[in-house]
């Protein structure tokens, strides 16, 4: 059994502590050894070699399970109890087991310690920065970190955390590449076989690689039931089922601000939105002022709460999500927002911003329409487009965009730099731009911070009429992550005397916006993790680009597409995106100064059938370019078709090192 001090060590009440403990080692000792798991979330090795993996399946308790590889045996070390929504696993240099769930106590979050001999769950640390954790893992010296928006060292001892300033999570993210215990390969497809004959029906993958030949996004949750509503004129809090004390409050310039005011901070609120509410230039989190009607935050505590428009009119002016106030103060800012059945107008440049060195946590728009600023298209601002941006996030976040449209814009659709996980762009429909419908960046000194990563996911992306200045449809300028592009259409309009590309992901080598490199595998640098290309349809008679370019990625992998255009349909290692780099950048973490260092591509595979020179998707007047130099149908099959090639592993696009 742990000692007191273990257990009350944050001053949880004793009763509660106990009780749960107490359930974790009941349920263990019923259920016991058996064969039948479920979804295998993350897997890891202890230093004396034993295997362990979070089990999580739907209508079941959580379990972490002692895998013996060798002999094909599962047992159940622990369930239920504190496992809530377990989500990883780390080792600490001594072989206890750490797991970070993020729902437990309540929602906010714990980190456990598990004991490997009886499977006896400890909290180590609850509460405090947690308010979404999402990612977990132990340095070579044992110091504990936590991704909560943010990195929180864990003290080993004591569970008390520690807030690191956002520049330092570089290193953090550098030593994550190296966590102790993380599985090889090996072992990995060794786990599959295992938990797939144990449970034939189980998905079989670790959080760290998401199902084999599928990543998909969570489920929107259901909303909690509606708070108040909101009216042009009128906050109406309803309270009760008669109508006798329900609470009437006066909207005044900036209704919504009224409204979340009005909220109370310990609750999710959901507001009803009616109508055309006016109120342009919001600042939600903080802002200059405490004393400006525009301006609503809830001081120390982060704000969760939704929006959510109940009929075709329901409309609400340009606002901004902030962390911190004019004068330094830093406030609880933004975890968990959500806008929905909106449509959300601009008034200057864009209908949504997130400032520079403002982080927020999740910002989640689901069926909005974005729209051009009526009085900016009155006197033809933003080249008569109305508005430059829909979305632009200079500061750092999460991103959950899902049937989404666009007026057409000046710029960019959507704009956001150095993504803090994974992110969603799925049913979104780009109606034109000058430049692109989404871009993303990763700029090291232009915006100081931690590098982006996590798993982009780009799916039913519709883009047309794509022409006036630089960029692609869908362009991403490094991510030390992941990027999967699925059922992504682009058009061009007939209108126009020509178009852009449809993707292109590229390293950036401007000298004063920076870049961030990694070291991969092969010991070369890269500034994205992994591109997987499972569809991709094109047609673009008239681009002045090439339709698919892509440079310094580690691992490339091209599954099925149809591409008709005049111009390259792939592109690889161009000079422009491949570019040889001297001077300062943020490498592994670290500022290094390079001296003529070439970033190119590292493995690029074909799934598509062999061969791949007459493949049916390719109706482009080239194929394939390397670094510049056409490849003739004879090259392409020798590279991709020849028995060597077609032995080769196929890199998993999934086994990301940036957690």
Same mark, same amino acid.
Request: aromatic share 8%; net charge negative.
């Given at each position: 059994?742990?000692?007191?001090?273990?257990?009350?060590?944050?001053?949880?009440?004793?009763?509660?502590?106990?009780?749960?403990?107490?359930?974790?080692?009941?349920? /263990?000792?019923?259920?016991?050894?058996?064969?039948?798991?479920?979804?295998?979330?993350?897997?890891?090795?202890?230093?004396? !070699?034993?295997?362990?993996?979070?089990?999580?399946?739907?209508?079941?308790?959580?379990?972490?399970?002692?895998?013996?590889?060798?002999?094909?045996?599962?047992?159940?070390?622990?369930?239920?109890?504190?496992?809530?929504?377990?989500?990883?696993?780390?080792?600490?240099?001594?072989?206890?087991?750490?797991?970070?769930?993020?729902?437990?106590?309540?929602?906010?979050?714990?980190?456990?310690?598990?004991?490997?001999?009886?499977?006896?769950? +400890?909290?180590?640390?609850?509460?405090?920065?947690?308010?979404?954790?999402?990612?977990?893992?132990?340095?070579?010296?044992?110091?504990?970190?936590?991704?909560?928006?943010?990195?929180?060292?864990?003290?080993?001892?004591?569970?008390?955390?520690?807030?690191?300033?956002?520049?330092?999570?570089?290193?953090?993210?550098? %030593?994550?590449?190296?966590?102790?215990?993380?599985?090889?390969? %090996?072992?990995?497809?060794?786990?599959?076989?295992?938990?797939?004959?144990?449970?034939?029906?189980?998905?079989?993958?670790?959080?760290?690689?998401?199902?084999?030949?599928?990543?998909?996004?969570?489920?929107?949750?259901?909303?909690?039931?509606?708070?108040?509503?909101?009216?042009?004129?009128?906050?109406?809090?309803?309270?009760?089922?008669?109508?006798?004390?329900?609470?009437?409050?006066?909207?005044?310039?900036?209704?919504?601000?009224?409204?979340?005011?009005?909220?109370?901070?310990?609750?999710?609120?959901?507001?009803?939105?009616? !109508?055309?509410?006016?109120?342009?230039?919001?600042?939600?989190?903080?802002?200059?002022?405490?004393?400006?009607?525009?301006?609503?935050?809830?001081?120390?505590?982060?704000?969760?709460?939704?929006?959510?428009?109940?009929?075709?009119?329901?409309?609400?002016?340009?606002?901004?999500?902030?962390?911190?106030?004019?004068?330094?103060?830093?406030?609880?800012?933004?975890?968990?927002?959500?806008?929905?059945?909106?449509?959300?107008?601009?008034?200057?440049? &864009?209908?949504?911003?997130?400032?520079?060195?403002?982080?927020?946590?999740?910002?989640?728009?689901?069926?909005?329409?974005?729209?051009?600023?009526?009085? +900016?298209?009155?006197?033809? +601002?933003? &080249? !008569?487009?109305?508005?430059?941006?829909?979305?632009?996030?200079?500061?750092?976040?999460?991103?959950?965009?899902?049937?989404?449209?666009?007026?057409?814009?000046?710029?960019?659709?959507?704009?956001?730099?150095?993504?803090?996980?994974?992110?969603?762009?799925?049913?979104?429909?780009?109606?034109? &731009?000058?430049?692109?419908?989404?871009?993303?960046?990763?700029?090291?000194?232009?915006?100081?911070?931690?590098?982006?990563?996590?798993?982009?996911?780009?799916?039913?992306?519709?883009?047309?009429?794509?022409?006036?200045?630089?960029? &692609?449809?869908?362009?991403?300028?490094?991510?030390?992550?992941?990027?999967?592009?699925?059922?992504?259409?682009?058009?061009?309009?007939?209108?126009?005397? !020509? @178009?852009?590309?449809?993707?292109?992901?590229?390293?950036?080598?401007?000298?004063?916006?920076?870049?961030?490199?990694?070291?991969?595998?092969?010991?070369?640098?890269?500034?994205? /993790?992994?591109?997987?290309?499972?569809?991709?349809?094109?047609?673009?008679?008239?681009?002045?680009?090439?339709?698919?370019?892509?440079?310094?990625?580690?691992?490339?992998?091209?599954?099925?597409?149809?591409?008709?255009?005049?111009?390259?349909?792939?592109?690889?290692?161009?000079?422009?995106? @491949?570019?040889?780099?001297?001077?300062?950048?943020?490498?592994?973490?670290?500022?290094?100064?390079?001296?003529?260092?070439?970033?190119?591509?590292?493995?690029?595979?074909?799934?598509?059938?062999?061969?791949?020179?007459?493949?049916?998707?390719?109706?482009?007047?080239?194929?394939?370019?390397?670094?510049? +130099?056409?490849?003739?149908?004879?090259?392409?099959?020798?590279?991709?078709?020849?028995?060597?090639?077609?032995?080769?592993?196929?890199?998993?696009?999934?086994?990301?090192?940036?957690?």
């Amino acid at each position: 059994m742990p000692s007191w001090n273990t257990l009350l060590r944050l001053g949880a009440p004793p009763l509660l502590l106990l009780a749960c403990t107490i359930l974790a080692e009941a349920q /263990r000792t019923a259920r016991g050894p058996e064969t039948d798991v479920g979804a295998v979330r993350d897997v890891v090795t202890t230093p004396a !070699g034993e295997v362990f993996a979070l089990s999580v399946e739907r209508n079941r308790a959580p379990a972490i399970l002692r895998l013996d590889v060798g002999a094909q045996g599962i047992e159940v070390l622990s369930e239920g109890g504190f496992l809530s929504n377990p989500i990883e696993l780390a080792v600490e240099p001594g072989g206890e087991l750490l797991v970070l769930d993020a729902d437990a106590l309540g929602g906010t979050g714990a980190l456990l310690r598990i004991d490997t001999d009886t499977g006896m769950q +400890n909290l180590l640390s609850f509460g405090g920065g947690f308010h979404d954790p999402s990612r977990l893992f132990v340095d070579g010296n044992g110091r504990i970190f936590v991704w909560d928006g943010e990195v929180v060292e864990i003290d080993a001892a004591t569970g008390r955390q520690r807030r690191w300033p956002p520049f330092a999570a570089q290193v953090i993210a550098a %030593a994550a590449r190296s966590r102790p215990g993380a599985p090889t390969p %090996a072992l990995l497809a060794a786990v599959d076989d295992l938990v797939e004959g144990g449970n034939s029906g189980s998905q079989d993958l670790t959080s760290s690689r998401p199902p084999r030949n599928t990543f998909e996004a969570p489920l929107i949750p259901v909303l909690p039931p509606e708070t108040m509503v909101l009216i042009p004129e009128v906050v109406w809090i309803p309270n009760g089922e008669g109508y006798e004390d329900d609470v009437l409050i006066p909207a005044g310039p900036f209704p919504l601000v009224t409204a979340l005011k009005a909220s109370d901070p310990n609750t999710y609120p959901v507001i009803s939105v009616y !109508g055309d509410i006016p109120g342009a230039g919001m600042s939600i989190g903080a802002g200059d002022s405490d004393f400006k009607d525009y301006v609503v935050h809830w001081g120390p505590v982060p704000m969760r709460f939704a929006v959510v428009g109940r009929n075709e009119e329901a409309r609400i002016r340009e606002f901004d999500l902030r962390q911190f106030m004019n004068d330094g103060r830093e406030n609880g800012g933004i975890a968990d927002v959500r806008f929905e059945s909106l449509t959300i107008e601009a008034r200057f440049t &864009s209908s949504v911003a997130v400032p520079k060195g403002h982080n927020v946590g999740l910002v989640r728009f689901y069926d909005c329409h974005f729209a051009a600023g009526r009085e +900016n298209l009155a006197v033809g +601002n933003y &080249s !008569g487009y109305g508005y430059k941006w829909g979305t632009r996030a200079h500061g750092r976040g999460r991103y959950d965009y899902r049937s989404c449209s666009f007026d057409p814009v000046e710029e960019h659709s959507i704009y956001i730099d150095s993504p803090q996980g994974d992110c969603y762009f799925i049913d979104i429909d780009h109606r034109g &731009s000058k430049r692109t419908a989404i871009q993303v960046v990763n700029r090291s000194f232009d915006n100081p911070g931690p590098s982006g990563f996590g798993t982009l996911l780009f799916q039913n992306v519709r883009i047309y009429d794509l022409w006036g200045d630089g960029g &692609s449809g869908i362009s991403v300028a490094g991510h030390l992550g992941d990027l999967i592009f699925r059922d992504i259409q682009v058009r061009e309009n007939p209108a126009n005397v !020509g @178009s852009h590309g449809a993707v292109v992901v590229w390293t950036d080598d401007d000298p004063e916006k920076g870049v961030y490199l990694y070291t991969g595998d092969d010991g070369e640098l890269y500034s994205t /993790r992994s591109v997987l290309i499972e569809s991709i349809d094109v047609d673009l008679p008239r681009a002045d680009r090439s339709h698919v370019a892509i440079s310094g990625v580690e691992h490339v992998r091209i599954d099925d597409f149809q591409i008709r255009g005049n111009r390259t349909a792939f592109s690889f290692d161009s000079p422009f995106g @491949s570019p040889v780099m001297s001077g300062p950048a943020v490498v592994d973490g670290v500022l290094r100064n390079l001296n003529s260092e070439r970033i190119d591509n590292g493995t690029v595979v074909y799934r598509t059938p062999c061969p791949l020179s007459q493949f049916v998707g390719f109706q482009s007047s080239i194929s394939i370019q390397e670094n510049m +130099n056409l490849m003739s149908d004879s090259e392409i099959d020798l590279r991709w078709c020849s028995g060597a090639a077609q032995m080769a592993p196929t890199p998993d696009p999934y086994l990301r090192p940036f957690r």
